[in-house]
């Protein structure tokens, strides 16, 4: 079920309201998390419910693990022979990497065996699992927490409440179980809080604006553009890249606003996932702000253990590198995410080598460079192999010519048909004239307007923030006949 669609928000989301805080108001405070749970998985399972023992199944057995981790922990001062925890740990991370390993890799690895050493294995065409990467990483991150001895819950039915709450259940943010159940747990959490509601209705209308009106607006020249990366001038391949970067933006910053929207009207308020990411002056800054709950587990589940920043620039440099590529394959199972993840491993090295050198930039051309590298590497990101991309990268720097609009042919007589080529600008992409307001109007407000946290942090439920909410909400929900899936749903 998606978030921009008639059944969530005119049936899914009210129901679920409305009988959440009823049962809480009758004090089933039992009941409503049942009812929350099976709420949850309804909501997964209406994309395919095939999967639902799947994720099931994920949760009974990180639940054991990690129950079985926290038992070990509170006896490690007892005289008693048993496995280890570290035995429990390494077993349910490896379990869990094998899950994913299996659904999301599969198919990956059997091509590049058949490719490289010459196996005839048939593709086995698994079917992705939706929010599998998700849930996935949010329980080895509980596993590790467990190890560390962060972990005192222990019930169950909290635990996969923990796991399926619908908010962040598909694509994020990656939660961790210590700061999400004394949430859950909250008895002031049980009552209806109208400044919660009115505030996050505000967040979610603004989130379904992003994706209707602007991402999927995106959307149609960025798909144009890299079906037909062959015939791409520069204005065109230059308005295909910068589609696809605000496509993404707005697709994914526009479902954290919803996330975060939906879960504070039920006085659950998830971690900070999007902080103006194209604002970043470095690319350091960029991962600061950009998907900062995978930053975050990438950081603290991988980069730290392998050492850090603790044993020389060279093994630092190595880690970073490792963290990256690790990053990147966890988007897909794709070489394009590889290469994507080794640009933004070696512009970090880079960054960091910059810095320790002791050299600074001008603020305008540091943002320049790092947004132009984040543009660029966006297009290995998106496109599908690395021809398509070299395609678009080369009707970026005109290798397929600069073309421009009839009307200027009379500006540039001396150099007509050398230089400039003149006729529809935006053909190859379908765009006209409305592409370029378009990325001048997204520049301008990932740049200079407030971000939605920012919005939040500063709202008030008055009449003015009433007709704002209404507004968006009505224009939003009048176009949702394109309903279109979010991007991250395919990782």
Known sequence: MLF?????IFFFLPITFIVFFWLNSKRLTQASKGWMVFASLFFYSW?????????????????????????INARKNINVKTFSNKAFLSFGIISNIALLAYFKYMDFFITNSNTLIGTHWNLMHILLPLGISFFTFTQIAYLVD?????????????????????????????????????????IKNKVINYKNIATGLFLFSIGLFKKILLADTFAQWANAGFDSTQTLNMIEAWATSLSYTFQLYFDFSGYTDMALGIALMFNIKLPLNFNSPYKALN???FWRRWHITLSRFLRDYIYIPLGGNRNGEVRTYANLFTVFLVGGLWHGASWMFIIWGALHGSGIILHRAWQQMGQKMNTLLAWFITFNFINITWIFFRAKDWIQANNIIKGMMGGNGIMLPEKYARYF????DTIFQFGTVFEHINGKSQTTFYIIAALFMVLVLKNSMQ????????????IFTIVLFLTSVSMMSRVSEFLYFNF
């Open 146 to 186: 467990a190890y560390r001895d962060e972990v005192r819950e222990m019930d169950y039915l909290n635990y996969t409440l923990f796991v399926t709450f619908f908010p962040h259940l598909l694509a994020g943010p990656i939660l961790h179980h210590k700061e999400m159940m004394p949430q859950f747990d909250s």
């Open 413 to 416: 007589e001396n150099i007509h």
């Open 283 to 285: 690319i350091q800054d």
């Open 455 to 466: 919005l939040m942090e500063g709202f008030k439920p008055n009449r003015l923030n009433l």
């Open 47 to 71: 994309w395919n419910i095939s999967y639902l023992p799947l994720i099931l199944s994920s949760i009974l057995f990180n639940f054991i693990v990690g129950s079985s981790i926290t038992k």
């Open 4 to 8: 921009n669609s008639y059944e969530f």
